[in-house]
């Protein structure tokens, strides 16, 4: 009888070092997001690197990130539901992160995990803010990225107006009255795929 030793499982298996070294750098990451050096998305990169330069696989990292929150939901009593609405209040669609209920989707993060590794280089995340007018002219969606404004609607959008026009104005101010590109996108169609 022959045994065979399987790579995957010594390579993915997690060790108390492993989760302690991760706990080390999501903390300074963390306390760079208080001090406001950093935002959400840009600590996602952060973690991405993390991954790369240790070159840990994906399983393994889902493994570490399984034992990190046993640890900090034991150790420090930390509710994660409590974590979930605390990151709601602040904006924060947890669900984009694999977070519901006060459980990880481990497969979901593994799946965005897969689709940042496919598309490294080329994908641009960003912190945007949006707003929503609905009123007798128009049903629009307006994204704001800087200086950048996209406005969307399933209908024409209606420019005589006197809400979209105020808020337009105001958010210029923000920009010293320098002008700010808009991009409409009317008649939009949806569907899901």
């Known amino acids: 009888m022959s045994d ?66 046993d640890k900090i939901s034991k150790e420090y009593g930390i509710d994660m539901k409590s974590v979930e609405e605390q990151m709601k209040s602040m904006g924060i669609d947890t669900n984009t992160f694999g977070f519901s209920g006060g459980e990880i989707d481990y497969d979901k993060v593994a799946n965005e995990l897969r689709f940042e590794e496919k598309y490294k280089g080329k994908l641009e995340k960003k912190l945007l803010n949006n707003m929503v007018i609905k009123n007798s002219k128009n049903d629009l969606k307006i994204i704001l990225d800087n200086e950048n404004v996209i406005l969307f609607s399933e209908k024409k959008i209606e420019l005589v107006d006197g809400e979209l026009n105020d808020f337009l104005c105001s958010y210029k101010k923000k920009f010293n009255d320098e002008a700010i590109k808009i991009t409409l996108c009317e008649n939009i169609k949806t569907y899901e795929f």
């Not at 790579?7 to 208080?34: G, R, S, T, W």
């Not at 991954?51 to 570490?64: P, T």
């Open 4 to 69: 065979v030793i399987d790579f995957n499982d010594i390579k993915n298996k997690v060790k108390d070092k492993d989760v302690e070294k991760f706990e080390e750098y999501i903390y300074a990451l963390y306390y760079q997001m208080a001090e406001g050096k950093l935002n959400i998305y840009e600590m996602n990169d952060k973690v991405n690197e993390y991954v790369k330069n240790n070159n840990i696989s994906q399983e393994k990292f889902l493994n570490i990130q399984k034992k990190f929150l």
